[in-house]
């Protein structure tokens, strides 16, 4: 199987800082372990314009292409209005480089743009044979990260309702959705009725799958204070994350006991949060500065009005910071059922006063809260999910192929494809064959003379491959197919 990945990255000059890009490494990395011969490709911007290795994204292994290109509106100000959409003539020659140029192919897109996706599927289908097929070359996966309806959106200048609904559609009429949160599923639902008919979306709803936002939890240390010196604020200060309720919280926490504010943020920190004297503030701050916090802090707050699965204060829980919550819908799918540490904005710092007062029962809560994270969010338990969907599309299509080569079926049905793919294999020596020789021997097993005869498509010939127990080894460049053994259950194609 080969995977094209196509993740929005949101900022881009720290590949790092892209939750998306974070989600996708771990998708990888479980994906590389469970199917022996799977195959990724990176379409990314160039690791010195977001300031990355080839190693951050498992691109320095064998099965995983990088394909570096600059990306749509690369020039243009401010950047985040262009990161959420859009192709680049460049983007385009990468994947030529990467992909048709070795004669390569994908099985499945994973597009995490929301917009702007119909310019790739002309380009992916333009050398595909589309119309020769019996089935679709690739399937496309919208991965919705972060639905945009108008309550996330009031607060941006250049966003209104035509975005959110534009993205609703590309969503729609894709082949699946993965959907980072499950708040962003029900919300898809009320407002794509708005404008799409009930089977449209419906029919969209049933191919979609909540995937989650995988946390890897062995790369935090959950140790706790015997008593809280330091709250930690981290992340970006983005208005929706109501920043000046919480440092007013630290205000309050360090009149009373002492408690002093760490802020630590991707962002340049704002005088007036940074020159309070029980703050210790820093801005622009890397990933390094942000471990090194991650260690020191013994609560954190989240007062942010709206999320979607959120990273940052989860892996400050993890971390052994005593996390408090707003109330809000996206909550509810992030922690265990009648939390403790969860209120209302106007309630939150009552409740952090309360925490610090009974700081074992907050600390017992806060260890619940991670248990039920390690269950919901684990890498594993995420790539699983992923996978699965790809393995399904890949098998129900092989499934057409399959039912030919068991029943026999005649060269007449179906233009007999499974049976001219493995008269050529007849002439294959040992149990190997690169897919350009199988493209070529089975037109050559057809060739009737007949200039009026329906042309093969490449897309048939792999499935029947597959179909005759072969499979994609996976390897990088031209591909190569290889027997399968018997005794081999990744059941990777």
Known sequence: MRVLLVPEVYRRDDLSANGTVTDAVAWVADWLERAPSLHVYWLLLPREMAAYDAADVRADRERVTLLEAEPYGA????TAMFTEDGYSEAELRAIDRGI??????VDAVVDGRRAGRRTLVKWLLADADQWAARV????????????QHPQKYRYC????????????????????IWFTAPVDARAYREHANEILVDDVVETALAERREIGSPLPFDRFEETYADRPQWLHVAGSLWEKKCADTILDIGATLNERFGIRTLLTSVEAIPRAYADREWVEAHSNADRATYERALSRGDLAICASEYETLARTWFEQ???????????????????????????????????????????????????????HLERVRAPD???????????????????????E??????????????????????????????????????????DTGDADSDPIADTDVRYALRALGWRDAGDPGTPTFVRRVTDDASGDR
Do not use: M
Request: hydrophobic share 40%; aromatic share 6%.
């Open 405 to 446: 080569a068991d029943d026999g079926a005649d060269r007449d049905c179906d233009n007999g494809i499974v049976s001219h793919v493995a008269d050529a294999l007849e002439r294959v020596d040992g149990d190997r064959v690169p897919l350009e020789t199988a493209l070529e021997r089975t037109r050559a097993a057809r």
């Open 100 to 105: 048709r140029e070795p004669g390569a192919y």
């Open 136 to 147: 679709r070359p690739f399937d496309v996966i919208a991965n919705v990260h972060d639905l």
């Open 75 to 78: 020039g243009l100000e401010p």
């Open 157 to 176: 200048a250049y966003r209104d309702r035509y975005q959110g609904r534009l993205a609703l559609c590309e969503a729609a009429f894709a082949d699946g």
């Open 317 to 371: 829980a993890a971390s052994g910071q005593v996390l408090l919550l707003r109330d809000e819908p996206w909550v509810s799918d992030c922690v265990p059922e009648d939390h403790l540490l969860v209120a209302p904005l106007e309630a939150l710092e009552s409740l952090a006063v309360a925490v610090v007062e009974r700081w074992d029962e907050a600390v017992a809560a806060n260890r619940d809260l991670v248990a």
């Open 381 to 403: 338990r995420v790539g699983e999910r992923t996978y699965a969907d790809l393995r399904r599309r890949v098998d129900a299509k092989t499934g057409r192929y399959v039912r």
